[in-house]
């Protein structure tokens, strides 16, 4: 495995970036206590553990480097650990670690090589649970764009890092599921997961201005604006209930690494581009009956994005245009009239390890 397999969006279950952050001292709420371990379902592995930077770090590297099934195969150890910025050593101890309380299973083939399995990927990992055929989500899943996961792996302080994830749930729970305009974290609840010695105002604001390359921040700490604030979000309400200081933190993703907005417009791009597809290639098949779901083009621009999609659909556009029904007796396009879908992943698929290796 090389490195341009790393996942585009890493899917991660809010309760492991609750864990890895660490859990809140502050309980008290309006209407009794909420203790996180209980409130996320956090299983027991991801409590057994101190989670150094190194170990934060290396278990977002194998989540960005397996499939959908917490599988990684043959995957080479230095890879892994320049990925995430640490040594060779470093990642075998806590593979070991990991291995020890639950997290994974994992075997070396041969010098430097490994492969990993995440134990329970999906309940775990991804907070996933099947009823009656479906899945379903007790507290969700983050999805964090591979460039915000390489602006995680530059952070250099453990607790700045600790921030990083507390501050990205809480996007995830205030922008995306909840549609308000920006997420907010108060000075209260940052102090609560941190160690005591970084509770002071200033140190737990100059955390927050170190992380300007993912988050836009702006500072609340006036009472009036405070007290606005609070007066207009019932979801604050909710969570606040005895305050030591009216100081809290409204943040945004910046644009270039909010996952959301990213999928959003490459799925479109796709889909316009199949679009564009079709209207060439009807004149010479009956194109209807290839059956391309919306949702299977999503998955692909999703896993290799839309300059990968955009340039195989352009390429096989091209290729009707030039000789039309003709394509229908070629050994190269046989497949796509097969099976469309494995026949395009299998031209993105080697569109992407080529350009990798070039």
Request: charged share 25%; with cysteine.
């Amino acid at each position: 495995m090389s490195l341009n397999q790393v996942n585009r969006h890493v899917l991660i279950a809010n309760k492991l970036l609750i864990a890895m952050s660490g859990l809140t001292r502050w309980t008290k709420r309006q209407d009794g206590f909420m203790y996180e371990q209980h409130h996320y379902n956090i299983p027991g592995p991801f409590l057994a553990l101190k989670w150094t930077k190194s170990r934060i770090r290396h278990l977002i590297t194998l989540l960005s480097h397996c499939d959908d099934q917490g599988m990684i195969s043959l995957v080479e150890s230095e890879d892994l650990a320049g990925f995430s910025r640490t040594s060779v050593r470093s990642l075998h101890d806590n593979l070991r670690l990991f291995e020890e309380v639950g997290l994974i299973r994992y075997d070396v083939h041969f010098s430097g090589v490994v492969s990993i399995e995440l134990i329970d990927y999906l309940e775990n990992y991804r907070d996933l649970f099947e009823k009656s055929g479906t899945y379903l989500s007790k507290t969700g899943y983050t999805s964090i764009w591979c460039g915000m996961v390489r602006h995680l792996m530059e952070i250099n302080h453990v607790n700045i890092l600790r921030v990083a994830l507390r501050a990205l749930v809480q996007v995830e729970r205030d922008i995306h599921v909840q549609s308000q305009e920006q997420a907010t974290l108060t000075y209260d609840e940052v102090r609560g997961f941190l160690p005591r010695y970084c509770g002071h105002r200033l140190a737990v604001k100059g955390m927050l201005d170190q992380l300007s390359r993912i988050f836009s921040v702006r500072l609340v700490e006036d009472t009036k604006d405070f007290l606005t604030a609070v007066k207009g979000s019932l979801s604050l309400q909710k969570r606040i209930h005895t305050v030591t200081r009216p100081l809290m933190f409204h943040m945004k993703l910046e644009e270039q690494v909010d996952s959301k907005r990213i999928k959003e417009a490459e799925r479109a791009d796709t889909l316009i581009g199949w679009f564009e597809l079709r209207e060439v290639a009807r004149d010479f098949v009956d194109f209807e009956r290839l059956e391309v779901p919306a949702a299977s083009l999503q998955s692909l621009s999703d896993t290799y994005g839309f300059s990968a999609c955009g340039e195989v659909l352009r390429s096989i556009r091209n290729d009707f245009l030039r000789f039309g029904e003709g394509l229908l007796e070629t050994d190269v396009y046989r497949p796509f009239f097969e099976s469309p879908v494995l026949y395009l992943n299998d031209r993105m698929r080697r569109l992407t390890r080529k350009s990798a290796i070039a």
